[in-house]
């Protein structure tokens, strides 16, 4: 089983369009939050809208996983608590999301959602203690901010990371836990896309503008993790012990270079100009 891994797409349609290209090569496509962009000059609403007819595009071509991020909460719980309703709906569309859990040959998914107050944050200590009773041996959580302390929540200054995650990593010990929200640690001094807690592999795939987004293939049958990001791709070996660097992809296999070779629309010639 492949998967691709995305995170902090932020609305940008140029990289949404690449994953749904990319998406029918894979076995399912983990997009681990922040969908949207708080910031955008696009109406929220309308953000939504169409972010959601690509989800459906993706969801017609392979399975699909998404967990809310910061910038996707777009209204209050009872108890006042942000939560991202819309993702809630995307449900329907047959994408897991959060609260669920999804089953695909001997793994087991958790999709966790972005906690605002004690009461998401007591649902998900729920749901990880539901799921953690029927955990097969290969666990993996979508939780979009990765663990405190850890370089895949370095943000050069200091770390961003969820403190009460490491403590459920801890507890739990799932295989992996693919994360986003700290855009820069990849790419900085004593960051990384990677890291080991325990048993558990960590994963965060930064953020870089432009087309195609950052991202995380993992291979599972071959227990390999691959990052790709402009000018760099990287490995590592998920049976090895916690090594630094990652090594270069020096012979990358053919469903791995298919990503390079992916059309940019937008660099086609009009047809009158067609030669």
């Not at 459906?56 to 998404?66: D, E, F, M, P």
């Not at 290969?138 to 969820?162: M, N």
């Not at 953020?207 to 599972?220: A, E, K, N, S, W």
Request: charged fraction near 20%; aromatic fraction near 10%; glycine fraction near 6%.
């Amino acid at each position: 089983m492949r998967c691709l891994v995305v995170a902090d797409l932020h609305y940008s349609l140029p990289q949404l369009d690449w994953l749904v290209s990319a998406a029918p090569r894979f076995d399912l496509v983990i997009f681990a939050g922040d969908a949207l962009d708080i910031g955008s000059m696009v109406d929220f609403r309308a953000q939504i809208v169409v972010v959601k007819k690509y989800l459906a595009l993706l969801a017609a071509t392979t399975r699909v996983i998404l967990c809310s991020g910061n910038h996707d909460l777009d209204e209050r719980n009872a108890e006042g608590e942000k939560i991202s309703r819309w993702i809630s709906e995307v449900r329907e569309l047959g994408i897991a999301c959060d609260g669920d859990s999804l089953t695909v040959g001997d793994t087991l998914f958790t999709v966790c959602p972005w906690w605002d107050g004690p009461q998401v944050k007591q649902r998900l200590v729920e749901q990880l203690r539901d799921a953690a009773a029927v955990r097969p041996p290969r666990w993996i959580w979508a939780h979009h901010a990765p663990p405190a302390d850890s370089p895949t929540s370095w943000g050069g200054k200091r770390f961003f990371g969820d403190v009460e995650l490491v403590q459920w990593i801890m507890q739990y010990q799932p295989s992996m836990v693919i994360s986003g929200h700290v855009h820069q640690s990849p790419f900085i001094s004593n960051g990384s896309w990677f890291d080991r807690l325990g048993q558990t592999w960590v994963f965060n795939t930064g953020l870089q503008p432009g087309r195609p987004p950052t991202c995380i293939v993992l291979d599972l049958d071959a227990d390999k993790a691959f990052w790709l990001a402009a000018g760099e791709a990287q490995w590592i070996d998920l049976n090895a012990p916690l090594r630094r660097p990652a090594a270069p992809i020096e012979a990358p296999p053919d469903w791995l270079t298919f990503l390079d070779r992916i059309a940019d629309p937008s660099l086609a010639k009009p047809q009158a100009a067609a030669g």
